[in-house]
């Protein structure tokens, strides 16, 4: 093109031919596959904008027309091939104008348009928007001005279209809609319900996960288990369902799924994308922040078992922990602190000519270097009740929970078998399938018919491939027999005998906690005790409570007033794996001195008995509540009962050490000797047994036993205090000392 050719050639001012000489960028873009379907008039009034490039005098060979970026949101330039392109013939000097639609088509993101903007700047690009051509590298402020506000408001109208979605998904899963699809082993139904899979192959696939995981506990032990017996797993691959082998990443997706349970879970894993690259950072949330609705579809495992899968993997949980060493802190690494969640390491210390002594630290300070908390227990004490407590475990197995371990690998074995018989049977069902549909269709379809023939001959072939596999595999069937039960028991009850071998040292102890255990959370520890919890590579949580020296003391005392013997107490504190200060069980000389700090000892309690006893008769006390502050107060001397108090007041009367004797007339013996003396007064006046007993109850007097005495009371007292077997009362009031019968 000539100077005459340019001049002639209506176009806007800021165009120049030294532009014209350059490339003629028409940049399109759609938002998603959906819109370039469904909006394709949008795609193509994009392209015709290679007609203000024409009109402006660009030649048809420099007007290039990128839309390699169609389906590609403008929210990332990291996938835009088409975008990248541009701005690296811009970067090369090679374009001189850049079409779009509207500012949005180049970028959603302020930042990344900035970049865009600058570099049109620094080159000398032109950019037109809505069919106005502006000059970034001009003085013309004002239309840069327009251009990021443009972007700006591109950007923000994104976002109130992203939070206006969410908000109604978000309102939807509230009201019990799953707004998200499905994962592998359901399907969508009507809207927002999911239903189980049709297909059996799918269903059975995803119960056998959940089956080996309770068994095996580990995810690389089932995709071995998969790939030694030749089994796949289903993915869902754009909406249909692949079959291949499975790995451990699919199986960690589907365990933590809440869907198999029967719950539903919203915004379980919120997303943002990584300025760096544009890639998509994903992190779990909070399962307070869920949206959840319970019982929302079929389940595939009770809602119990899937909660114990998740304290099973969290318990596997790999977790960075110091070098097994030598020393001789067993719960090395083990440990963590319940009250900040860090590990607690061990420290030594030690006197001149002492061996190091090990204990367990976890001390955090603030940025001014002062404690925040500081827990310390001593390792002695751990170490020893923890590996009791393992070693109990370990060899708890009875007979009967060894034909109970042998019997499940039998039924493990016989599904192993059924699924193989399973496998053949679903060949079968393929062939059939096919064969079915090539004998239904009409011969005029030859394409077709080719096809379903070689889809009828795969199936063949793989029928043929599985009868091969299952007759190389071979599951052998053992009988269950006592001598394997025996074997069982005993290879478990030697575990002890390996931990106590001399030969066996301190990193073997290590080693075989840390196999069995997967940490041991230490919630509260004071001068008494430390509460424990230990977390078994299983999943099983167990607490444990391990006793200090105060706290053993404060057990005896309880477990003294509660009436137990020396032998109980000394084999109650054994069990929960208390030792001396070197190491070795408690004896029972280590409770009686324990009991004798106390206050606690037989004779002590002997003592307190008789004074008791001293006490309440001096007090005038019923016997029966005297029995009762003896079998409160000294229940390790009982049971008591009459015959007891009656040992102890003849005993008090011939005076025993370190107790005051009794004196010759108790206030009851007095109390009573008055009685017998009103009666003797009432019966020589000629009173009957009831006119005496108005009286003695005016007088204040109480009987014994009862409230106030009665006729036959004072008759049974007066007999008894005579020696009299009967008594007859005398007609003419006559002096009734002489009247006996």
Known sequence: MNAEQ???????????????????????????????????????????LRHFALRWGWPESRVRVIDCDLGLSGTSTSKRAGFHQMLHLMDAGAVGIVIVQDVSRLSRDVIDFQIFLRTARETGTLICSNGVVCDPASDDVVASLGLEVQALFGAVDNRQRTQRLMAAKTARARNGEAVSPPPIGYVKSVRGQWVKDPDRRVQEAILRVFDLYPQFGSLGK????????????????????????????????????????????????????????????????SPSDWIVKDDHHEPYVPREVWQQIQDMLAARRPTLRPIVGKGSALLQGLLRCGQCGKRMGPQYW???????????????????????????????????????????????????????????????????????????????????????????????HRHAKADLQARYEASLRRREDVKAELAAETVPSISLTPNHVDE???????????????????????RLLQTVVAEIVVHRANREEADLEIVWKGGLREPLRVLRSRGVTA????????????????????????????????????????????????????????????????????????LRQLQDQAPRLGPWDSRRLSEIVRLLRRRVPEVEALPAVLPAEEAKQRVLTLVDEGLAAGKDWKMIAVALNETGLRPPRGTAFTPVQIRLLYLRAHGLRSFKLPSNG?????SRL
């Not at 000489?21 to 028409?26: D, E, R």
């Not at 039924?411 to 018989?421: D, F, Q, S, V």
Request: net charge positive; glycine share 6%.
């Open 350 to 444: 030690s006197r001149a000519g002492m061996v190091r002594t090990p204990k367990y630290v976890c001390l955090r300070v603030d940025g001014w270097g002062d404690n925040t908390h500081r827990v310390t227990v001593p390792a002695r004490l751990m170490d020893h009740a923890v590996g009791h407590h393992v070693l109990e475990a370990l060899t708890a197995v009875d007979r009967e929970a060894a034909r109970t371990v042998l019997e499940r690998s039998q039924l493990e074995r016989a599904a192993l078998e059924r699924e193989r018989r399973r496998r053949l049977e679903y060949a079968d069902e393929d062939v059939e399938r096919w064969l079915r549909q090539l004998l239904d269709l009409s011969p005029e």
């Open 488 to 510: 069982l028991v005993q290879r478990t009850s030697r575990v002890r005998q390996l931990w106590m071998a001399p030969e066996r040292t301190n990193e073997d102890r290590k």
């Open 222 to 285: 089932i995709v071995n288990h998969f790939r030694a017996n030749g089994w796949e797993f289903p993915r869902r691959v754009k909406g249909n369902v692949k079959w291949g082998p499975v790995d451990p990443a699919t199986l960690h997706r589907v365990f933590h799924n809440p869907a198999y349970a029967g719950t539903y879970a919203f915004l379980r894993h919120p997303s943002r994308k990584r300025q760096s690259n544009g890639g998509v950072v994903v992190k779990r949330r």
């Open 555 to 626: 057990f005896v005392r309880e477990q003294s007033r509660a009436g137990k013997s020396i032998p109980v107490i000394t084999e109650e504190l054994n069990a929960l794996g208390v030792v001396t200060a070197t190491g070795r069980p408690l004896s029972a000389n280590v409770v009686v001195q324990k009991q004798g700090e106390e206050g606690l000892r037989l004779k002590d309690e002997r003592r307190r008995a008789r004074e008791l006893v001293r006490q309440g008769l001096l007090e005038n006390l019923p016997r029966p509540e005297i």
């Open 6 to 48: 340019f001049l002639s050639v209506d176009r806007p001012a800021a165009i120049t031919a030294a532009h014209v000489l350059k490339f003629a960028i028409i940049y399109v873009r759609q938002s998603s596959l959906d819109q370039v379907r469904e909006h394709s008039g949008s795609t193509s009034a994009q392209r015709d």
């Open 734 to 738: 006559a002096n009734v000392q002489g």
